[in-house]
């Protein structure tokens, strides 16, 4: 196999890691929203930054799927039991659902307030009309999806460790910009 086909395309690792960020910086400003205190401008930049944040989410995991629906999935080696192929797929199509559905639920939430998305600079519509109470729902589900997806991040990057130091495979090397191995 040459090293090409041992690894996912490097737009997919570049995304990969750079989303990862993404996701960080993403977390990091709903954590430190808390602390700022109501109304001030701080707690108003850091709310527009989570949004703008996971708004670029969404831009970018539907540049991923497109490059990741174009280009070939390196095989792990060695191969895995069927059923560890299985929970791969499941995770990563939760993971998808995941980067999908929580930026919608951020902007829906924005939209029910009778608000306009802030996108570095430009305004993204509403998708919904005004409805405080359907808005304090979303954003219900869009907390506990937030909990969720700390424990969905974690057990990915757990999965990935354990490949690789366990199971010595070469699942984290398909995700690497290392040159060798």
Request: aromatic share 10%; glycine share 8%.
């Amino acid at each position: 196999m040459t090293q090409i086909t041992r690894r996912y395309n490097p737009i997919i690792i570049g995304l990969h890691w750079f989303m990862l960020a993404l996701l960080i910086a993403v977390y990091f400003t709903m954590e430190i929203h808390g602390y700022l205190p109501k109304g001030s401008a701080e707690r108003k930049f850091v709310t527009s930054l989570h949004f703008m944040l996971g708004m670029s989410v969404l831009l970018l995991v539907v540049i991923r799927l497109a490059v990741r629906v174009s280009s070939s999935t390196p095989a792990i080696e060695p191969a895995p039991k069927p059923i560890e192929n299985l929970l791969a797929k499941v995770m990563h199509v939760t993971l998808y659902v995941f980067m999908i559905a929580m930026p919608i639920a951020g902007w829906l939430v924005f939209s029910a307030e009778g608000n306009s998305v802030p996108f570095f600079g430009l305004e993204i519509p509403p998708i919904m009309g005004k409805d405080h109470a359907l808005g304090e729902k979303i954003e219900d589900l869009h907390k506990l999806g937030g909990t969720i997806g700390y424990f969905l991040i974690a057990l990915h990057a757990l999965a990935g460790l354990f490949h690789h130091y366990v199971k010595k495979d070469n699942t984290l090397l398909r995700m690497s910009f290392r040159k060798n191995g």
